[in-house]
């Protein structure tokens, strides 16, 4: 028998997620936001012991990561994050070690140390190289079983730049027609670079796609990031794991609250199943409260 929502969300209590992108993709801000945070996330080792964070500078530094590490920040220990292995410079040995990392993790019997999702970062500053040997090789070669893969496009705003110049050098334009011709150009440009496009049609496809910006101004959180992540999980129990674990978005959980049991009981009233009384609504007020965690 599958274990329920409750039953994940008691058993486990961390959502694990893979992030994977190239050197100054914007990881660690992505993080921190998620996890609410401007500290650096404690490193512990595969068994669970706590790394001496110089240690790992040094060998990050040297373009080495362990994908096995996890990194925890202690704003939301909830959630643990894994590193991809470096294979985004063209490593051989860590692209291997990658693959091998996501499919043990990806159906391990030890729950506990499952992947949920993987989150590829891809960042827009350099949209013109976007998809790199490195994007082609993971889209086309790991197959990340039930894992969903999510395309998190960072550092959109760079766009808004580029179509700003372009604008701005265009003759007869005003300032006026500038500030309101940018979003339109912004999304031209990433039409014709075709990004999306080119993932959708590679052998293993993300799931989807989040555009983020402006991570790095205080009001900025990750708020489409958790909700195309928790819609692209396919499971409830799942869902109320990444819903419970999260702690910034109070619209995920009224959203979910809304679609899984709210939505159920307006289905039974139509169907003339419900039997209204007072036992039947404090059942329906406890199903909605457990997507509200930390309210």
């Not at 959630?79 to 991809?84: K, R």
Request: net charge positive; proline share 4%.
């Amino acid at each position: 028998m599958p274990l329920s929502a409750q039953d994940v969300r008691r058993k486990f209590r961390r959502f694990r997620i893979l992030v994977v992108g190239r050197a100054n993709a914007g990881k660690t801000t992505l993080l921190q936001k998620v996890c609410n945070t401007t500290e650096k996330p404690l490193i512990f080792n595969g068994r669970g012991k706590k790394i001496d964070a110089d240690v790992v500078k040094s060998s990050v530094d040297r373009g080495y990561h362990d994908i096995m590490n996890e990194l925890v920040f202690q704003s939301n220990p909830g959630f643990v994050f894994h590193d991809s292995c470096g294979f985004e410079a063209g490593g051989v040995d860590e692209f291997k070690k990658m693959k091998e990392f996501v499919s043990e993790r990806a159906s391990t019997r030890k729950l506990n140390e499952r992947i949920h999702a993987i989150w590829y970062c891809i960042p827009m500053d350099e949209y013109h190289r976007a998809i790199t040997a490195a994007e082609e090789r993971f889209f086309s070669e790991c197959d990340t079983n039930n894992v969903p893969v999510i395309a998190v496009f960072t550092k959109f705003d760079a766009l808004s730049a580029v179509a700003l110049g372009e604008l701005r050098s265009t003759p007869g334009l005003t300032r006026k027609d500038v500030f309101e011709m940018t979003p339109k150009r912004v999304e031209e440009i990433f039409a014709n670079a075709n990004i999306w496009g080119r993932l959708c049609g590679t052998r293993h496809p993300p799931k989807n796609y989040v555009r983020l910006a402006q991570m790095n101004i205080d009001k900025t959180d990750c708020g489409p990031l958790l909700d195309c992540t928790t819609g692209a999980l396919g499971d409830e129990a799942l869902e109320m794991l990444l819903i419970s674990t999260q702690q910034t978005n109070l619209e995920l959980c009224i959203t979910y609250a809304v679609k899984r049991v709210a939505m159920a009981y307006i289905k039974r009233a139509c169907q003339g199943s419900l039997q209204v009384s007072e036992d039947e609504c404090i059942v329906m007020q406890k199903d909605i409260a457990k997507w509200f965690p930390h309210t």
